[in-house]
């Protein structure tokens, strides 16, 4: 069954604050609402209400993505992401980061999930986002995809394939040797300004 963005987010937060703040894990409902709805290190930015994160905990637990453990006053819940889905803890750190900020190229990927786990290089990042995109059927199937490349992009992002097929909002720029005049600009920009900025510093250092 896809998840929703809701869902993703609920377990996205709940990934994320067992790493960061243990002491408070399992998460109270209350704790799950502020972290769904936090404005920073999310894209997009939710306002979900409590009834709403709720249902999406009744949904999870249906599917055994979520626990409910008995807490001393309220309940409190877990995620179960790593043993449903049959994942590595560096596996799981990169889907709830993309749960939580969404598509992303494999180094915006390694800085983002550094507090969930901190991957040597790139090439360790992406030797996991190719064992998530070519999990066999008997598996579950892929669980990321490497999308077509932007123009002006000059990266490709990962996106997770939890909540379905993901919609190619832009036309994929073409290989190196034929790419479009649209892209070339982009990119000829990105390099001005940068170029614009470093003569500012220089000049303001002399």
Not at 19 to 45: E, F, H, I, M, W
Not at 71 to 92: F, I
Not at 100 to 129: C, K, M, W, Y
Request: proline share 6%; net charge negative; with cysteine.
């Amino acid at each position: 069954m896809p998840l929703s963005l809701l869902h993703t987010r609920v377990l996205g937060v709940l990934v994320e604050k067992e790493r960061t703040v243990p002491d408070t894990y399992p998460l109270s409902l209350n704790a799950l609402v502020a972290g769904c709805n936090q404005k920073n290190n999310r894209d997009p930015v939710l306002s979900a209400s409590e009834a709403e994160v709720q249902a999406a905990l009744d949904e999870l637990k249906a599917q055994s993505l979520v626990i409910e453990v008995s807490g001393a006053r309220v309940a409190r819940y877990e995620h179960n992401v790593g043993r449903v889905l049959k994942l590595p803890a560096p596996s799981v750190a990169l889907l709830a980061t993309l749960f939580l900020r969404g598509p992303q190229t494999a180094g915006e990927l390694r800085i983002n999930a550094e507090r969930l786990h901190r991957f040597a290089d790139i090439s360790s990042v992406e030797a996991f986002l190719e064992e998530l995109a070519t999990r066999p059927d008997a598996q579950g199937g892929a669980l990321v995809v490497l999308l077509p490349r932007r123009p002006g992009e000059r990266e490709p992002r990962w996106a997770h394939l939890l909540s379905g097929a993901v919609e190619i909002s832009a036309p994929a720029a073409a290989a190196d040797g034929d790419v479009s005049l649209e892209a070339r600009v982009a990119v000829l920009e990105t390099d001005v300004a940068e170029l614009k900025s470093l003569v500012a510093r220089l000049t303001a250092g002399a």
